[in-house]
Every structure is written in structure tokens, then in C-alpha cells.
């Protein structure tokens, strides 16, 4: 079967463990062929979003890529925001996929899709939206100019040929309710997820890393990763890590600092307790969320969260809408909402009030039933 995943209404980033990176491998690993469409639009030095030259490539695990440029407009902005591709038909006519999956239906061109499913109906035609009033519509243009018109008049006339709509949170589903009236009819769950590991795989993981980061046996592992940017609250994080002495455990920090926080984070990050590692690829985050006792997302939503439930870790996290609906289901996140609620937590740790195994068996289950990317990859692909 010929899968062709499309990156056209968002970024596409070589290397990391996002959506868009693993349903393709693990579509290729099923045997399939496969073919990433996408925009020009990447992370720049692992740091900030930025554009690339359109090409073609083949990455590390063997997906094959092509970035398409945009046609010109008025501006550039509006060139990025219209999202108007050239030679998207073409490429898809050339090929001749079986299965569609839109990685979000917000670029004008959707229509060359839409085209070539009416004259291809045997075909099937899927999109998710990773859109929600947390990360999109912040001002008065965005909201009414570009989602309620111009993405509204697309996704709308997409939909018709759509076998299903997924959405990755409740946020999302009623941003798209809300703002493109999608049908919750054709509208369907589909989380963000993870890889799951075998449990050899798992333990040597979690070896390996603790013995790296000298993690003695009675002590304890935390870890927070992401963008450092303000919204991650990081700094809040450590200072609440920080003022309860009595714990024996080691705060581990990974990610890219963006350049006008550097000269706070750097500072911040070293201690006695306290390791930075930099900026690591997908593979080796995942080590490291093996090795962890916690993780700790107290800012905004990340991707990696749902990762670091399949390596079966308990997460401290701020109690988003869409980790509200997890949680409810397994009971597997420690809230917090403010600096003195992280404090609090880690006293109860300390103080041996919170068992942290519970909640990782209660990851382990969640990770099997809810986020497994390999059932997940069936919503599109079994016939």
C-alpha cells in the first residue's frame, strides 16, 4: 500500500519524535511505501522555526521526503500563511497513493487533494487537526481573517471527501467545531502518541542512563524537556525543585534555549542537583524518559508528555484540557498549577506521601490502551 502523509498546513522537522515523524516510520515498517509532502517550514538550529530550500531527501530511517516552495504572493507572510504549493498535484499524481493523512487541513492547496480524490474515489482521505486556541487565532486577523474564513472555506470544502477528521485533544476538536463547523459526526480521537518499548529494551535504557548520570539506588530521577522558552515555566520548575532540600533526587533538563534566555537558563541550570544535557535527538530523549521517575511539565502543551507516558513515566503537569481527558481515564498526572503546588509535591516525595509507582503503573496502562502509535497507525491503514 502507498501512504502519503501531508505537512503542508505546519512545520516539518527532520529528526524528532513528533506525529509526523513517527506514523510515516511506523507505516514504512509495515511494509508500505511511503512519501512525506511538506512545507519549507523547519527548526532552524534546533532552536526557532524557520524555512529551508524545496528538495528532495531521504532521512535517517529511510522516508522519503519532498519540500515543496510556496507560490509568491502579495507578501511573504501572507505567502505562509495562504499556504498555496506548487506542483502539489503533480506530485501526488506521480504517486498514485492509496491513503491520504493531511497533517492538519490549514493551506489553501488542500484542494489539489481534493481533486485528485474525486478522481481517484477508490482512495482514502484522512486529516488530523493539531489546531486548538492554545497555539492558533491569538489575534483579531488570525481568528476571524485567516481560521474563520480563509482555512474555514477550505477545511469545508474538504470535508465531503473525508473519511474521517481526527483531532489530538478536546481543545482541538471544539476549536474545529467552533471555527470551521466540522461535523463531530465524521470526527474522531486520535492522541498523540509513542513507540512503546519492550521491557529488555525499557531496562537496559533505564540502566544505562542512570549509570550515566550517577543516579545512586535510593535516589530518585526527574526530568523536564522542551523549548525553554517562558511558557515552559522552567525557571519556576527549578525553584520549586530547589528549596526542598530534603529530597534525594536529581533534576535533568533537556532541550535548545532560545537565544534571548540564554543568559538566564545557563545560569540557572547547574547545581549540585541540577544537569542540563543540551539538546537531544528522539532516540536519545527516549533513554533518558526511561531513566526518569517524573517527568515534569508544568508550562505549556508538549508533544513529549505523551512520550514519556510510554516509557512509563508519572508526569507533573499543569492541568490542560487535553491531559484532563488522560488522566480521567487512567489517573496517571500529579497537577499543579502554581510554583508552591510544585514545591508541595516534591515535600510529599520527600516525605515518602506520594507513591510514584501507582502512578507509573497507571502510565504503563495508559500507554497501552490509549497511545501505542501502533494500534493508532490502524485508524488509517486497515481495510
Known amino acids: ?11 516539518y ?22 512519501l512525506v509532502i511538506a512545507s519549507t517550514e523547519t527548526y532552524v538550529n534546533n532552536s526557532e522555526l524557520g524555512y529551508v530550500e524545496p528538495g528532495e531527501y531521504t532521512t535517517f530511517d529511510g522516508i522519503h ?12 507572510t501572507l505567502t505562509r500563511k495562504i499556504r498555496k504549493y506548487k506542483g502539489l498535484y503533480e ?26 480524490k474525486k478522481h481517484n474515489p477508490e482512495i482514502k482521505f484522512y486529516a488530523d487537526t493539531h489546531t486548538a486556541s492554545y497555539n492558533s487565532g491569538k489575534s483579531w486577523i488570525s481568528l476571524y481573517i485567516l481560521h474563520r474564513l480563509i482555512y474555514k472555506y477550505a477545511i469545508r470544502r474538504t470535508i465531503p471527501y473525508l473519511e474521517k477528521y481526527f483531532y489530538i485533544g478536546i ?19 486520535f492522541p498523540l502518541g509513542g513507540v512503546l518499548l519492550s521491557e529488555t529494551e525499557y531496562e537496559r535504557f533505564r540502566q544505562e542512563k542512570r549509570r550515566e548520570l550517577g543516579i545512586a539506588e535510593n535516589e530518585l530521577l526527574f526530568l523536564h524537556s522542551g523549548k525553554l522558552e517562558t511558557r515552559k515555566r522552567t525557571e519556576e520548575l527549578i525553584s520549586a525543585f530547589r528549596q526542598v532540600k530534603s ?12 537565544e534571548g534566555r540564554k543568559s538566564i537558563l ?21 533513554a533518558y524518559l526511561c531513566a526518569a521517575d517524573l517527568y515534569c511539565q508544568p508550562g505549556s502543551v508538549s508533544a513529549t508528555l505523551q512520550q514519556a507516558i510510554c516509557c512509563y513515566c508519572p508526569v507533573m503537569g499543569y492541568p490542560h484540557e487535553e491531559y484532563k481527558h488522560i488522566n480521567g481515564l487512567y489517573g496517571n498526572f500529579i497537577w499543579i498549577k502554581t510554583e508552591n503546588d510544585m514545591k508541595i509535591v516534591f515535600q510529599k516525595i520527600a516525605e515518602n506521601r506520594l507513591e510514584l509507582d501507582r502512578y507509573q503503573e497507571s502510565a504503563r496502562r495508559c500507554a497501552a490502551e490509549l497511545l501505542d502509535y501502533e494500534k493508532l497507525v490502524e485508524k488509517y491503514t486497515k481495510r
Request: a negative charge; aromatic letters at 10%; hydrophobic letters at 40%.
Open 65 to 76: 521526503v519532498i519540500r515543496i516552495p510556496y507560490e509568491n504572493l502579495i507578501s511573504k
Open 13 to 34: 522537522i527532520d529528526g524528532y519524535n513528533y506525529q509526523e515523524n513517527i506514523l510515516p516510520r511506523i507505516d514504512r515498517e509495515n511494509g508500505n511505501e511511503v
Open 171 to 189: 481543545s482541538e476538536k471544539k476549536f474545529s467545531v467552533k471555527n470551521y463547523s466540522v461535523p463531530e459526526s465524521i470526527m474522531e480521537y
Open 1 to 11: 500500500m502507498r501512504i502519503l502523509h501531508l505537512c503542508l498546513a505546519c512545520f
Open 266 to 286: 545557563e545560569e540557572l541550570l547547574c547545581g549540585e542537583r541540577i544537569a542540563y544535557l543540551g539538546w537531544k535527538d528522539a532516540d536519545e530523549l527516549k
Open 91 to 116: 506530485q501526488i499524481e506521480k504517486f498514485r497513493p492509496d491513503v491520504i493523512m493531511s497533517h492538519d487541513l490549514c493551506f489553501s492547496s488542500v484542494t489539489d487533494v481534493v481533486k485528485y
Open 247 to 258: 529530597l534525594k533526587a536529581k533534576m535533568v533538563v533537556i532541550g535548545s534555549i532560545p
